[in-house]
């Protein structure tokens, strides 16, 4: 599956920002989606996971209650909408997919990956 993530950009802290991912190429329904970010000189970090389904979803501690991860399988979409960001929230945003639950807060655990899109959040 293709992925390709946008709506990053430059964003001041309190503001909001909706990120979207437009998967294709295969059965969307069939992956988990989730949201993953790197911050310069840092690692890869789980943000944010969606089931197949869409009635489970994972997040965090560093965004619980700020930020929302959905999906649309109509129309091969996933999103996060990011909610009173903070500075450290800047990073590179990603998208992945993964066809098993087993390691949903690793980045290893994910077959697909998008691009990245940029997100800043000034203080």
């Known amino acids: 599956v293709q992925l390709q993530a946008s709506g990053g950009g430059l964003v001041q802290a309190g503001g909001s920002l909706r990120l979207s991912c437009a998967a294709s190429?295969?059965?969307?329904?069939?992956?988990?989606m989730g949201w993953f970010r790197q911050a310069p000189g840092k690692e890869r970090e789980f943000v944010a996971a969606?089931?197949?389904?869409?009635?489970?979803?994972y997040y965090a501690d560093s965004v619980k209650g700020r930020f929302t991860i959905s999906r649309d399988n109509a129309k091969n979409t996933a999103h996060l909408q990011m909610n009173s960001l903070k500075p450290e929230d800047t990073a590179v945003y990603y998208c992945?997919?993964?066809?098993?639950?087993?390691?949903?807060?690793?980045?290893?655990?994910?077959?697909?990956w998008g691009q990245g899109t940029q997100v800043t959040v000034s203080s």
């Open positions: 992945a997919a993964t066809s098993s639950s087993w390691r949903l807060a690793n980045h290893g655990g994910y077959d697909y």
């Open positions: 969606i089931s197949w389904s869409g009635d489970s979803t």
């Open positions: 190429g295969r059965t969307f329904s069939n992956y988990i």
